[in-house]
């Protein structure tokens, strides 16, 4: 019996973390997002000292830049996701629907529902600033 937990830890537990960790997948989030909806921004300003937050709204419209600029962002952004199914305490927050996209910064997790109303959850690592045009 303690050579077979031998095996399983030395090789099999192993195999399946570097499994896990290196599967990507690809997201069309244009399927999801309705082009013809507003994206609402969501931002939250937190105080150093006691780290509560007062939030601030706005929407970005269809057809402006920055609208034009994001869906570009996620055209460019369609590889390299990975499964999560932690929640995450964002700094920024885009909606639309059953789309939602946490900013932490350096990295995004995302939650949308498929058409099937299935709920997917991801997280990508990101150029630190990259989605900072929505926030000027």
């Not at 192993?14 to 244009?30: K, M």
């Not at 996701?81 to 900013?103: C, G, H, M």
């Amino acid at each position: 019996m303690q050579l077979f937990k031998t095996i399983v830890n030395r090789s099999v537990i192993p195999f399946l973390v570097c499994l896990l960790i290196s599967c990507t997948y690809e997201v069309n989030l244009n399927q999801v997002l309705d082009k013809r909806q507003p994206l609402v921004i969501q931002m939250i300003h937190k105080d150093d000292r006691t780290m509560l937050g007062e939030k601030s709204e706005m929407q970005i419209l269809p057809g402006t830049e920055d609208y034009i600029e994001f869906v570009n962002w996620l055209n460019n952004n369609e590889k390299g996701w990975k499964k999560t199914i932690a929640s995450y305490e964002p700094r920024s927050v885009i909606r639309q629907k059953d789309f939602e996209l946490n900013n932490m910064g350096y990295f995004v997790a995302i939650t949308y529902k498929d058409g099937q109303g299935k709920s997917h959850h991801y997280n990508k690592t990101i150029e630190v600033g990259s989605l900072d045009f929505l926030f000027d």
